[in-house]
């Protein structure tokens, strides 16, 4: 199967202080990436996504930087606030796979107040 | 627009038995899939229904089915459970021009 990794499984980051979660992937056809945040009891909520023909994408306060070179996927959180508090994951796909997501373990963030 | 609604959210069975989960996509998607949440293995792919058809599988024993109806809502089944089957069964839909794949809340299944 597919190899999606992080680089830290947990993160903890002041108020207010930008945040940055790492993935790296090991599969250079993926085509479609995901991130996602997992709160407690709670199902995965897509974050923003970003295709392998890109390498920014901006959301609301939240920035995905692709590195097919290296394999390399980040979300960048700007002003990180309590309510970011939750488990991040990143996930790929590949071509003609459909609904198929490869996930990676998760990094847990923590924003200290 | 209503979301994914997975029930039941938990679910306590033996050893041995079997269990069956349902899930209800948001109105309009076609494409359910499932995958199965340990804090051992993280979120792992078990299979995807499109229009009533399995079209990708994961890598997981037969003892692990489903089915999608035609309204597109789908069933999982475990038969001859294990304890190492005790997770959070999550359900994920997309509509068939969406990539973005939206989850249910899970059911958690215990197995003692």
């Known amino acids: 199967g597919e190899s999606v990794g992080l680089h830290l499984p947990t993160l903890s980051v002041q108020e207010g202080d930008n945040s940055i979660i790492n993935c790296a992937y090991s599969n250079s056809a993926s085509d479609y990436f995901i991130w996602y945040k997992q709160e407690s009891g709670k199902g995965p909520q897509f974050i923003i996504d970003i295709r392998s023909n890109m390498d920014k994408r901006q959301g609301q306060r939240v920035t995905v930087l692709l590195n097919k070179t290296v394999k390399h996927l980040s979300l960048q959180i700007a002003a990180t606030q309590p309510g970011d508090s939750a488990v991040y994951f990143c996930?790929?796909?590949?071509?003609?796979?459909?609904?198929?997501?490869?996930f990676g373990t998760g990094t847990s963030l923590t924003v200290i107040p | 627009k209503a979301g994914v609604t997975q029930t039941p959210r938990y679910l306590i069975k033996t050893r041995g038995q079997q269990v069956t989960l349902s899930c209800s996509p948001i109105s309009g998607h076609r494409s359910v899939s499932w995958y199965q949440q340990t804090p051992g293995q993280g979120l792992q792919f078990l299979f995807e229904?499109?229009?009533?058809?399995?079209?990708n599988k994961g890598n997981f024993p037969g003892r692990f089915s489903g089915r999608q109806f035609s309204n597109s809502r789908s069933e999982m089944n475990v038969s001859t459970l294990e304890l190492g089957d005790s997770a959070l069964y999550l359900c994920?839909?997309?509509?068939?021009?969406?990539?973005?794949?939206?989850f249910g809340q899970g059911t958690r299944l215990t197995v003692v």
């Open positions: 996930a790929e796909t590949l071509p003609n796979t459909g609904n198929q997501f490869y």
């Open positions: 229904y499109f229009s009533e058809t399995q079209r």
């Open positions: 994920a839909s997309r509509s068939e021009m969406n990539t973005e794949a939206f």
